[in-house]
Every structure is written in C-alpha cells, then in structure tokens.
T-cell receptor
Framework: DGGITQSPKYLFRKEGQNVTLSCEQN?????MYWYRQDPGQGLRLIYY???????QKGDIAEGYSVSREKKESFPLTVTSAQKNPTAFYLC????????????FGPGTRLLVL | QKEVEQNSGPLSVPEGAIASLNCTYS??????FFWYRQYSGKSPELIMS????GDKEDGRFTAQLNKASQYVSLLIRDSQPSDSATYLC?????????????FGKGTKLTVNP
C-alpha cells in the first residue's frame, strides 16, 4: 500500500524535553511538509523540503527542527524552545511538480504533561 | 501575507439539500485550488482540485473558480449526514519553484437527517 505514515499517534511531552515526530512516505514524492493545526484554526506550515538534504522554514518554524536525509523520511523535532507545543501535527507529501496534490498522513497529536 | 478566507460556519443544511461553501484568496497569482474534507480528529483528504475558471464536477461535488473575483466555491448536492465535516480551502502559487499551499481556517458543515 502506498501512503504516508506518521508515528506515534499520540505523544506526550514533559517540560524541557525534545520530542521527535516521525513521517515516512512510499509514494516516491519529492516534496514533504509539516503543518500544525490548533482547534478552530487552519493548517500552518512549519517546515518543508522539496529535495533531499534541503529544507526551508515555513510560517511558524521557531521551536522546531527537521532533517531530510532520505527521500522517504522527514522527521520533525519539537524542541524545548517551543513553549506551546500542544497541537495536531500533520505531515504531507507532494510529487513536486506543478498542479500536484498534497496528500496527508494520519497525524500525531502532541500533548504536554 | 497571502490569505485565504472562509466562512467559519457552522453551516447547517438538511439531508438532500445543496451545501454551498465559499472561499476567497488574496494572491492574484494563485494557480491551483483545492478543497479538502476533514472529519473530526482525522487528517484532511482531497475532495476536488481546480485550475481553470469555470465549473468542475465530480459526482455530487462541483468546484467553481472565478480568478477575476479571486473566489472559489464548493457545492455539495444531495447532502448526506456523512458529509458532515470541516471543509478546508487551499490555494497554491508555485511561481518561484515553491509548491506551498495556503489554507483557510475551514468551514464546519453539519448535514441534519
């Protein structure tokens, strides 16, 4: 089955702790994205990557970091600098050419203990 | 700042009626337009994409685009209770080599049996 997987489904973070959210895709897509969704809000772009070993900040990158060492994987680390991390995190991928659709993974819900 | 505006709703329609969802966008250079459906607690899934002015129909769904008015809409005919969800409008301007999407905050639709 082709698709995007995210793990874990739920993640609990203690104060001062860094946590990493996993995103893997087997669609052979070039571009990958991380979004954050808060209740009643749309999706806000955290980071995106259009090619391996390259990524760009989105609109709300502060307190987050990413890597893109493999085409299939785009993990997101929520650092202790992110003071309000409780949200629904969505990973998406796109073939990378114009007029292509972004497809979403199932999401990770991050909660602060 | 590129913006996408949607009526937050909630929009409530009876079963079998037509639901009309509207979206306006600020970036006149936008070229691709998407409607996603998001059930509560789930990730967005693509309903329709549209790239040219006019109407595009897919089953019970019709997307309408008017670039001159910077307006895109989604009509759902014969609405079903299973259509109850939040509908996200997304707009893409891929000039400059970026395939970033800008999302609206979504319109919550309730279809009453």
């Amino acid at each position: 089955d082709g698709g995007i997987t995210q793990s874990p489904k739920y993640l609990f973070r203690k104060e001062g702790q860094n946590v990493t959210l996993s995103c893997e895709q087997n669609l052979n897509h070039d571009a990958m994205y991380w979004y954050r969704q808060d209740p009643g809000q749309g999706l806000r772009l955290i980071y995106y990557s259009q090619i391996v070993n390259d990524f760009q900040k989105g609109d709300i990158a502060e307190g987050y970091s990413v890597s893109r060492e493999k085409k299939e994987s785009f993990p997101l680390t929520v650092t202790s600098a992110q003071k309000n991390p409780t949200a629904f995190y969505l990973c998406a991928s796109q073939a990378g050419t114009t007029q292509e659709t972004q497809y979403f993974g199932p999401g990770t819900r991050l909660l602060v203990l | 700042q590129k913006e996408v505006e949607q009526n937050s709703g909630p929009l409530s329609v009876p079963e079998g009626a037509i639901a009309s969802l509207n979206c306006t966008y600020s970036d006149r250079g936008s070229q691709s337009f998407f409607w996603y459906r998001q059930y509560s607690g789930k990730s967005p899934e693509l309903i329709m994409s549209i790239y040219s002015n006019g109407d595009k129909e897919d089953g019970r769904f019709t997307a309408q685009l008017n670039k001159a008015s910077q307006y895109v809409s989604l009509l759902i005919r014969d609405s079903q209770p299973s259509d109850s969800a939040t509908y996200l409008c997304a707009v893409q301007n891929y000039q400059g080599g970026s395939e970033k999407l800008v999302f609206g905050k979504g319109t919550k639709l309730t279809v009453n049996p």
